[in-house]
C-alpha cells in the first residue's frame, strides 16, 4: 500500500511540473514562452494518481476476489500512467530560447509519472498476487465457523430447557 501512495504521490506531483515549452507568437507582445502543466499537457495524470489513491483503501476493504479486480484494474492504471509518460516526451529537441530549467523540469515531470506508474503497477501487482494472504478491514471481528456452531449449540440448549426438555437426556 506504500507503493499505491507513493505512486499517486509522483503522479500529482507530476501534473504539477511543466511538461511542455515552446515559443508563441502573442501579437503585440511579440513572442513568448508557453509552457504547460502536466495536467494541461496531460489530463489523464490527475485522475490516474486519485484511482491510486482510492486503490489504497480498496485494497485494504476487501479480498479474494475483489482484491484481484482492484489489482488488475491498478496494473492497467500503471501502464496507462508510464504510456502517458512517455508518449508526451519530445526526442527532436527543444526550440533555442527555451531555458535549461524548463527543459530539465519537463523531463523531470516526465520521469516522475513513469515512476510513479511502476509503483502503481508494482502494487497491482502485489495485490494480485496476495489477495487471499493479506488481511481485509473487518476480517479480526468475523467468527469462526466452529465457535458459532458452539453457539447456536449453546441456544439449542437454553431452548430445550425453556421447552421443558431435558437436553442433556439424549447424551
Request: charged share 15%; proline share 4%; with cysteine.
Amino acid at each position: 500500500m506504500a507503493g499505491l501512495l507513493l505512486g499517486a504521490a509522483a503522479l500529482w506531483g507530476a501534473s504539477r511540473l511543466t511538461w511542455f515549452a515552446e515559443h508563441r507568437a502573442a501579437g503585440v507582445r511579440g513572442t513568448v514562452l508557453h509552457t504547460e502543466t502536466g495536467a494541461q499537457a496531460a489530463g489523464a495524470l490527475v485522475p490516474l494518481a486519485v484511482l491510486a489513491l482510492a486503490g489504497v483503501a480498496g485494497m485494504v476493504a476487501t479480498g479474494g476476489w475483489p482484491r484481484r479486480v482492484l489489482g488488475g484494474a491498478l496494473v492497467l492504471a500503471g501502464l496507462a500512467a508510464c504510456w502517458v509518460a512517455v508518449n508526451g516526451l519530445r526526442t527532436d529537441g527543444y526550440p533555442d530560447g527555451v531555458p535549461g530549467a524548463e527543459i530539465a523540469e519537463i523531463y523531470a515531470g516526465h520521469g516522475l509519472a513513469a515512476c510513479g506508474g511502476l509503483l502503481v503497477v508494482v502494487a497491482g501487482v502485489l495485490g494480485l498476487r496476495g489477495a487471499t494472504r493479506m488481511p481485509r478491514m473487518g476480517a479480526k471481528y468475523s467468527a469462526p465457523a466452529a465457535k458459532r456452531s458452539a453457539v447456536e449449540h449453546d441456544y439449542d440448549l437454553w431452548d430445550a430447557l425453556s421447552d421443558g426438555r431435558d437436553p442433556t437426556a439424549g447424551r
